[in-house]
């Protein structure tokens, strides 16, 4: 069965400095990897999807993830993060039988 | 751009009373979803639809059923809302077809509380 990890489950960090976030993932092929954001009582909206081909995808709001199949990861990047990106964020997997998965979340609190 | 509506983003309803979430998606998407969002317990998967009259069950289909009478439109009810099913609703649809959808679209979520 597949799995997503998420270790870190808050993180914080100054306006203005990168942020990296992790994600690892459990499957036997190569998934379809997803990272989804979402703000305070509001729903998950899609960040940005890799399926195949040029493992470094970008995203909408700066946003860029990498997928290293070696390490079983696709952890999402920011240069320079905004006060308006703290939110909590999911990594999500699919394989090709249409199953999700979703991380347990990172919660990203922005520094002023 | 990608829509998916629910009908309230805000509900509170008495032990026991049939409940239904509304969600619309203007996309034309053929897969919809119904999860649930609970602290420490991440998301998981109600029911989906992939045609209309079509529904298979989820990870936790008890309590719960679906209805999709229309492509754009699936609703979540609880026949008799009870209050371990307050939580955080969210419905979601999907453009590629049957059982081997790969992204999911999201709509704002229906928090539900049973009193």
């Known amino acids: 069965a597949q799995s997503v990890t998420q270790p870190d489950i808050h993180i914080t960090v100054s306006e203005g400095a990168s942020l990296e976030l992790r994600c690892n993932y459990s499957y036997g092929a190569t998934p379809y990897l997803f990272w989804y954001v979402q703000s305070p009582g509001q729903g998950l909206q899609l960040l940005l999807k890799y399926f195949s081909g040029d493992t470094l995808v970008q995203g909408i709001k700066g946003f860029e993830a990498e997928f290293k199949r070696s390490q079983s990861s696709f952890n999402l990047r920011k240069p320079s993060v905004h006060w308006s990106d703290a939110a909590e964020y999911f990594c999500a997997v699919n394989t090709n039988a249409g199953k999700s998965t979703f991380g347990d979340g990172t919660t990203l609190t922005v520094k002023p | 751009d990608v829509k998916v509506t629910q009908s309230s983003r805000y509900l509170v309803k008495r032990t026991g009373e049939k409940v239904f979430l509304e969600c619309v998606q203007d996309?034309?998407?053929?897969?919809m979803f119904w999860y649930r969002q609970d602290p420490g317990l991440g998301l998981r998967l109600i029911y989906f639809s992939y045609d209309v009259k079509m529904k298979e069950k989820g990870d936790i289909p008890e309590g719960y059923s679906v209805s999709r009478e229309k492509k754009e439109r699936f609703s979540l009810i609880l026949e008799s809302a009870s209050t371990n099913q307050t939580s955080m609703y969210l419905c979601?649809?999907?453009?590629?077809?049957?059982?081997?959808?790969?992204?999911?679209?999201f709509g704002p979520g229906t928090r539900l509380l049973v009193l």
């Open positions: 996309m034309d998407h053929e897969n």
């Open positions: 979601a649809s999907s453009p590629e077809g049957g059982r081997f959808w790969k992204t999911q679209y």
